[in-house]
């Protein structure tokens, strides 16, 4: 059975940093397109971030330059590095195997001072 467990949220300050992790299960990993997808309350969904097999990687114009996405095959974890956080970039975020569209359940960061 395919399973991501995402981790790493939290409460943060605003301008400060946080490291989300996902960690599958069940699948080759190496060859899987990882993404993290966000949602804030009343919000629509958000591609945040994608990292191909290869280490390609893309962003959502509103975190490049702060987030930064990357992978460890050995480890079947995809890393989401986040810093200078805004408010606005508070949201549940989600670890997506892109072609499989399968879901983790979701780690909640909350930017507030």
């Known amino acids: 059975q395919v399973q991501l467990v995402e981790s790493g949220g939290g409460l943060v300050q605003p301008g400060g940093s946080l490291r989300l992790s996902c960690v599958a299960s069940?699948?080759?990993?190496?060859?899987?397109?990882m993404a993290w997808i966000r949602q804030a309350p009343g919000k629509q969904r958000e591609l945040v971030a994608s990292?191909?097999?290869?280490?390609?990687?893309n962003y959502a114009d509103s975190v490049k330059g702060r987030f930064t996405i990357s992978r460890d095959n050995g480890k079947k974890t995809v890393y989401l590095q986040m810093n200078s956080l805004k408010p606005e970039d508070a949201a549940v975020y989600y670890c997506?195997?892109?072609?499989?569209?399968?879901w983790g359940q979701g780690t909640l960061v909350t930017v507030s001072s």
């Open positions: 069940g699948i080759t990993f190496s060859t899987a397109i």
């Open positions: 990292i191909s097999s290869g280490g390609t990687t």
């Open positions: 997506r195997i892109v072609s499989l569209d399968i």
